[in-house]
């Protein structure tokens, strides 16, 4: 990753990267570009990709504090999983969107998932056609390889074997005859040219309709079922399995902001959220899926509450609570967890300095903003701030850095020891010490202002 800095970045990328970044927003896209640190995590999780690329499953779960990177680094292993062949797909937890739930919560992550289906073709997602059609393309051209003429009535009758053929060996799993069923008639009117029938029957795939008989009129055929709160996840396994049939190297789902789930206050709905969570565990970790990765993203307080959290749940407690020797200061990447530890403060150097250099190639300038010695200070001013030894998050120090940036930027006549001697001055004057943005607040940190001096080390890029 170290010499991806020096690559020219696409300007569209560059200003969507930057402007993200800016705003405390994880990019979509971009992400390998300023990766620092967390080589040992992102090593586990692509051993994880190889076990799916091998027929296998896995769950894994990405604990860590507000912007302490979670949600940066399921976005930098969905772009690995991307390059690797993977379709991906990837939904936000919200009050509407949960595991299970009643009104749709359930079925509204899955059609999010559906929506931000990717392959390395179409990376910002929708690319349900896409995946379907590939495999119908690579149909065609087999059979014309074969010397079979596409306007043959024997050309019509071998495509449709081989679709059925393939579909056949989806029928046997649960949901599997309905969802084989869809997919051929969606092949159909793919031979056919119908894009009416096509559209419903990509709506069925997505869980857009909300009772059998509107998919029935819509369709044109019967069905037995729809794709709804409690059976969506019976689907994502169906997926999974055809994406290796159509050429894909599995299905990884990254489910973020799992917190969502810790603060929904009715405990039924919320112990029912935790089972569906559960079953996926368990499905992934016993071989009943195939083809097929989970990772999660949460917070401390959604694994650790006793109360509420997953530890409040003996069955999910048992499964992911650390081991005697974690206690002993042991830490092994292979468990279910990854503890996100807080980086280095030479790493978060390392981020800096990347930016600095990103920030310069989008504004057009040859030389940096701020020189090596400028960036020191700045760092030794975030970092002896009261707390940030424990506390300080990559997402506070990105914001704020951009946001000096961005000042010096608009302020011509401002020079960056003025306004460094400004923040120090407004920094001294608060007696607490306390920081309220950027996820001090409620946090046990000291209440005195620290003096420590940061030794950072030049990293070459």
Not at 222 to 249: A, E, M, P, R, T
Not at 384 to 398: K, N, S, V
Request: charged share 25%; with cysteine; hydrophobic share 35%.
């Amino acid at each position: 990753m170290a010499n991806q800095a020096e690559v020219k970045i696409p300007k569209r990328i560059l200003n969507t990267l930057l402007s993200s970044l800016a705003a405390g927003v994880v990019p979509r896209s971009g992400a390998p570009y300023i990766a620092i640190g967390r080589i040992e995590e992102i090593g586990s999780l692509l051993d994880n990709l190889d076990t799916v690329a091998d027929g296998g499953a896995f769950c894994r779960f990405l604990i860590g504090r507000y912007g302490s990177g979670k949600s940066f680094l399921i976005q930098l292993i969905r772009g690995y999983a991307l390059d690797r062949g993977f379709i991906c797909a990837d939904a936000d937890l919200s009050p509407e969107r949960r595991l299970t739930g009643t009104n749709g919560a359930g079925v509204a992550t899955y059609r999010e998932l559906m929506t931000n289906l990717a392959i390395k073709a179409s990376p910002d997602g929708g690319a349900l056609p896409t995946v379907l059609s590939r495999y119908y393309t690579g149909l065609r051209t087999e059979l014309i390889s074969e010397g079979i003429s596409p306007d043959s009535t024997e050309y019509v009758t071998e495509l449709r074997k081989r679709v059925f053929a393939m579909l056949s060996e989806l029928e046997g799993d649960v949901g599997g005859f309905d969802f084989a069923r869809v997919l051929s008639e969606y092949y159909t009117a793919l031979i056919n040219d119908d894009g009416e029938k096509r559209t419903a029957c990509l709506r069925w795939l997505r869980g857009e309709y909300s009772t059998k008989t509107e998919a029935k009129c819509a369709l044109g055929f019967s069905i037995s079922s729809i794709i709804d709160d409690d059976n969506w996840y019976n689907f994502i396994k169906l997926l999974s399995s055809l994406s290796v049939k159509l050429g894909y190297s599995g299905l990884i789902v990254f489910i973020d902001e799992c917190v969502n789930l810790y603060k929904i206050p009715n405990r039924i709905s919320r112990e029912a959220n935790y089972e569906k969570l559960l079953s996926i565990f368990n499905d992934t970790l016993q071989g009943r899926a195939g083809s097929l990765g989970f990772i999660f993203g949460g917070t401390p307080q959604f694994l650790e509450d006793t109360r509420r959290g997953l530890f409040s749940y003996d069955a999910l407690r048992s499964r992911l609570r650390d081991t005697k020797y974690a206690e002993l200061g042991y830490r092994s990447l292979s468990e279910p967890v990854i503890r996100l530890r807080r980086l280095s403060d030479n790493e978060l150097f390392a981020l800096v300095k990347r930016l600095t250099k990103l920030y310069a190639e989008r504004e057009g300038v040859s030389e940096p903003p701020l020189s090596d010695s400028e960036i020191e200070q700045f760092m030794n001013h975030a970092l002896t701030r009261a707390g940030a030894e424990e506390l300080i998050t990559p997402r506070e120090i990105i914001r704020d850095y951009l946001t000096l940036l961005n000042i010096l930027r608009d302020n011509k006549e401002l020079r960056f020891s003025e306004l460094l001697r400004k923040l120090n001055f407004d920094r001294d004057s608060d007696e607490s010490g306390m920081v309220t943005e950027g996820g001090y607040t409620g946090d046990a940190a000291p209440t005195q202002t620290s003096t420590r001096k940061i030794d950072l080390f030049d990293i070459e890029l």
